[in-house]
């Protein structure tokens, strides 16, 4: 039988573990507990959800692989690639591929009888995954997207709807400058999206494969580029290695050389800005548990002070200094043990609170979402509970030590 955890158990169940003074001592080393673990996990819980959210705006409009042609990255026009089905297959079947399609990019303007508004036009057929705008779309329909004829149907964000008082079925001319000449095309706006990523909004808009192609006097084999998609977004720079290895520095039809870029390399300020933000957990996490700590040695000194007569008792019936301690530190653990409770229970609760009513709002402007996301990781929570158990029980140890300073004749005369 374990003796130290056999005593514990039997003061932390009894009145005389909730004595006059010990009472609150207890109450507030539980309360620190469980308020430390639950700002860890809403901390966390934030932190999983923003960055998995905005990670997941980026890849929707770009990706998380894009082949396109070499000189691409250094014009500021579109530049055409020629992309096989044999390489098309090619990429497919290169280990962590989940999609891959062609796109093609050309750039216009918006007109109505009031204002004007220089867009980005990107052209997508019928293969090319459109789950991400489906989630975001706001008003009308998805577009049937082709990859044969162009229907002039129109997905446009609710920025340039709103500046150029646009509504779904409404039509709107774009103009097209050329080397040569000036070209118009008459548009009609078939559903409105939004995702607050403001520097995809104001400028993105799509419509069918060939329309960009056309425009810009590209022949039929030709696009922009293809963009890929990748079963396991941890995996990315794997599969990444196998494209160059396989897809870099080869030529098309026409002698223009291909290269592959990842998502990170594409927005290396976004991601680089959601990085930060592991640092601001680690501090948030290390101070949490701090709090848990230092309220649990105070807790434990006041009880060890209150328990000086027991002490003396257990003392003189020859029990070693070993034993006493172990006994409040199997107490502490309990009183951690319920804080750890408490705290799961306040912390879930705020973030499904959270998730089920969007109850605390942001500015999209800045944040990129309207509502703060939250996503409850339940390994990291369980990781979080035993971690603040340990690290609490541990920095427990040294004040532990004070048992060993109590005579057991002084203690019986101690009031």
Not at 372 to 387: D, G, Q, T, Y
Not at 393 to 415: D, G, K, N, Q
Request: hydrophobic share 45%; charged share 20%.
């Amino acid at each position: 039988m374990n003796l130290p955890l056999f005593i514990a158990r039997k003061i932390y169940r009894s009145d005389g573990g909730q004595q006059e003074v010990s009472r609150p001592a207890i109450l507030i080393a539980t309360i620190g507990v469980a308020i430390g673990l639950a700002v860890m996990i809403v901390t966390v819980s934030v932190v999983f959800g923003f960055k998995h959210t905005i990670r997941n705006k980026v890849v929707g409009f770009g990706s998380h692989i894009q082949v396109t042609n070499f000189l691409a990255h250094d014009e500021t026009m579109p530049v055409p690639i020629s992309i096989s089905d044999s390489l098309m297959q090619v990429m497919h079947d290169i280990p962590g591929v989940r999609h891959v399609a062609r796109f093609s990019m050309t750039q216009g303007l918006l007109k109505t009888d009031d204002d004007f508004l220089g867009v980005a036009f990107k052209g997508v057929g019928a293969d090319y995954d459109v789950e991400f705008l489906r989630e975001n779309l706001v008003e009308g329909e998805m577009p049937q997207f082709s990859t044969e004829k162009s229907s002039y149907q129109l997905l446009i964000s609710q920025m340039m709807a709103d500046k150029l008082k646009l509504k779904v079925d409404d039509r709107v001319f774009a103009y097209f400058i050329g080397n040569e000449d000036a070209r118009a095309r008459k548009f009609t706006v078939k559903g409105i999206y939004q995702t607050n990523m403001t520097q995809f909004d104001q400028t993105l808009c799509f419509t069918d494969f060939p329309t960009p192609v056309k425009l810009n006097g590209w022949k039929n084999d030709q696009c922009s580029g293809a963009e890929v998609l990748v079963s396991d977004f941890d995996r990315l720079d794997e599969t990444a290695t196998q494209f160059v290895e396989k897809v870099n520095r080869q030529r098309d039809q026409y002698g223009e050389i291909m290269t592959s870029q990842t998502i990170h390399d594409a927005y290396p300020h976004i991601f680089s800005w959601l990085s930060l933000l592991d640092i601001n957990v680690w501090i948030i996490l290390v101070l949490m548990i701090c709090v848990a700590g230092f309220t649990m040695i105070s807790g434990l000194l006041i009880i060890i002070l209150e328990r000086t007569q027991m002490i003396g008792i257990l003392k003189a019936l020859g029990m070693r200094n070993d034993t006493v301690r172990h006994t409040f530190l199997w107490f502490a653990a309990f009183i951690i043990g319920r804080g750890l409770l408490w705290g799961d229970v306040l912390g879930i609760g705020l973030v499904v609170l959270q998730q089920q009513t969007g109850l605390v709002h942001l500015d999209p402007a800045n944040y990129y979402v309207d509502t703060a996301p939250m996503e409850l990781n339940i390994p990291v929570i369980v990781i979080l509970n035993v971690v603040t158990l340990l690290v609490s029980v541990f920095v427990l140890v040294a004040p532990s030590y004070l048992v060993s300073h109590i005579h057991p004749a002084r203690s019986m005369r101690y009031e």
